[in-house]
Each structure stands twice: as C-alpha cells, then as structure tokens.
C-alpha cells in the first residue's frame, strides 16, 4: 500500500526552505575564511597548465564538476569534463602531459576517484582536490587542496549532497573567475565563445549580418533612375535602395525608395530618364564592415534612416545594412 505524506502548513514548508537556504549560505560564507595559499597555488596551477583542465568527480560531484569545466572553457581556460569510470576504461587516453585534473569529492575517499589517482602520477599531471576532507587520501595525493571544510548537509535525512555541493561549485567558480582575470580574458572573447547568445549578439560585426553578393544592390553613375529601380526590385531581397559606384567602383552616392517618393512629389515628366547622379544623395552615412552592429544601429536610429552602404577603407562598397537585418538578430 502507499503512504501518503501528512499535508504541512504552508508555514511550515517555506521555513524548512529557508533553513535549508540558511545552512547553503552558512557553507558558503565559511570559504571565506579559508581562502589562502591553496587557492593561489591552484591559481597558479591552472595558470601554468599548457594543456586542458580536466573536471572529474562521480555522481551530484560530477555534475558540479561538469559545470566547473564548461565555466572554465567558457573563459578562456580549455577544460573537459572526465568521468573517472570511463577513464579507466580508456578515457585517460584524453589526459597528456602539461594538462591539470580537477577531482572534486566532498570525503576525499570516493573509490573511482582513488583508483585513478595512480594513472594521474604515473602520466605526470598535477592533481588539485576540492574536498571537505583535508586529511583524506585524495587530499594526501594531491598537488593543492581547495578544503570546504566540515559541513552539515541539508533535508531531513542530512544525507543528499547539498550544502557540499554548493560549497564545491562556490568555491570552483572563485578558481575560475581569479583565473579569468588574470588571464585579461575581454568581454569580446567570451561572446566569441557564446555566439549563440545575447552578450554574442552584441558583439556581432557588421559583415556578419551585412546583404552582399546577389543581394547587393549596385549600379553605376550613369545609369537611369528607371533602370536603377529594375535593379532594386529585382536584387533578393528587395532591399529599397542602390548604392551608385563611379568608374574605379568606389562609392559615388546612395538611392532609396524614400529619394524616390519625395522626387515623385516634386516632378513626375522625365524622372525615370534621368541619369542617377542627378538624383541620388552624394556622400551618404556608411559605416565599416568591421564596426559592431551596435554601432551601426545606433547611427540609423540616430540620423533616421532605413539602410545605410557599408565600404572599406578603400571606400568601396562590400555590403548594405538594413534595419531589417538587425531586427532577424535581436539587436
């Protein structure tokens, strides 16, 4: 038969949640106190590896090491997390010399930790421990021990890993971050690592999301408003403009739907016959294939325009910028 747990007040279950708050944060303070020479001599460790960080713990200690190692990558530290089982069925092929190993267990006695320990000194590669047993064997092995210290687990039964692991992730994040600012790792270099992300976004270039090739509108000088707007209609995309090039191909001026409407409003008898350069805007607003994308947006939205050419230095144009562009990345 099932047991049906007795319903508790509402009172009752947010002060357990907060004494279990309470207790994680308690842990956390303690690092505080305990922060000294091992942390730096772990600094220093990861500063020197020349090779890869590898993270390897078992059960909720490896998925906090899992976490450790992808913050390590993500901030210019190589890092990958090891499964200490299937390291020892093969996967110690990953470690080399010049590499760092990461172990993270809370009793530094956690048997598939141990068993590789071996292998590590037999390859050569130093080992830092993050454990709440500094007089463990696996503390004992190490190289640098990162002490948790004591701490009391939280729930009912002071027994699931909770406390200790926020304790380990605290304390592997402050690894990673000292290290990360002694790297001089720069805001561009993690969005590089994040494309996919809003702080990637606002590092995009304007050659990352620029039109070019087919569905760059080109004419040169010369050419009849009419058949510019034949051009305009017919490039992917039909971006709303043209940018008019001279006889060496370098920017001459810039056309768009709006030039158009506004001429309409002033002459009609032989518009469409007349040469571009008669009707275009010489020296328009362009901006760098190389500028951010921020950048650019907040030249069209400060000088009011839809589109905007985008030259190099040889002022050449190599692409357009449309408002619509920025709209498909989120910026």
């Given at each position: 038969m099932f047991r049906y747990a007795v319903l508790e007040s509402r009172e009752t279950r947010l002060r357990r949640a907060d004494e279990v708050l309470a207790l994680e944060v308690r842990a956390i303070q303690s690092l505080r106190d305990r922060l000294g020479p091992s942390l730096e001599r772990a600094v220093d460790l990861t500063l020197a590896c020349k090779g890869t960080l590898l993270?390897?713990?078992?059960?909720?200690?490896?998925?906090?090491?899992q976490k450790l190692s992808a913050t390590f990558a993500s901030t210019g530290t190589p890092s990958i997390s090891l499964h200490p089982t299937e390291a020892l069925h093969g996967d110690l092929g990953r470690v080399r010399p010049g590499d760092l190993v990461v172990a993270l267990s809370n009793s530094g006695e956690t048997e598939e930790i141990l068993r590789l320990v071996p292998a590590l000194k037999k390859i050569g590669v130093p080992l830092v421990a993050i454990t709440g047993n500094p007089s463990s064997s696996l503390a004992r092995h190490a190289d640098c021990v990162l002490d948790i210290g004591p701490v009391e687990e939280a729930?009912?039964?002071?027994?699931?890993?909770?406390?200790?692991?926020?304790?380990?992730?605290?304390?592997?994040?402050?690894?990673?971050?000292v290290?990360?600012?002694?790297?001089?790792?720069?805001?561009?270099?993690?969005?590089?690592?994040?494309?996919?992300?809003?702080?990637?976004?606002?590092?995009?270039?304007?050659?990352?999301?620029?039109?070019?090739?087919?569905?760059?509108?080109?004419?040169r000088e010369g050419t009849a408003v009419e058949q510019v707007l034949v051009v305009m209609t017919a490039t992917p995309g039909r971006p709303g403009a043209a940018i008019v090039v001279d006889g060496e191909g370098r920017l001459a001026g810039f056309f768009t739907d709006g030039d158009l409407r506004r001429l309409l409003e002033q002459e009609r008898e032989g518009l469409l016959r007349r040469p571009i350069e008669?009707?275009?805007?010489?020296?328009?607003?362009?901006?760098?294939?190389?500028?951010?994308?921020?950048?650019?947006?907040?030249?069209?939205?400060?000088?009011?325009?839809?589109?905007?050419?985008?030259?190099?230095?040889?002022?050449?144009?190599?692409?357009?910028?449309?408002?619509?562009?920025?709209?498909?990345?989120?910026?």
């Open positions: 993270v390897t713990g078992v059960g909720k200690a490896g998925i906090v090491g729930g009912p039964l002071f027994l699931a890993p909770t406390a200790s692991t926020t304790g380990m992730l605290a304390l592997g994040d402050a690894l990673a971050m290290v990360c600012g002694e790297r001089d790792f720069r805001a561009a270099e993690f969005a590089m690592f994040h494309p996919g992300g809003a702080l990637g976004r606002r590092f995009l270039r304007v050659s990352e999301v620029m039109r070019k090739g087919e569905c760059l509108p080109i004419v008669e009707v275009m805007t010489r020296s328009p607003k362009v901006v760098d294939p190389d500028r951010l994308v921020a950048e650019a947006r907040h030249l069209l939205h400060a000088h009011r325009i839809d589109q905007i050419p985008v030259v190099d230095r040889r002022g050449a144009p190599v692409g357009l910028l449309d408002v619509q562009d920025l709209l498909e990345v989120d910026i």
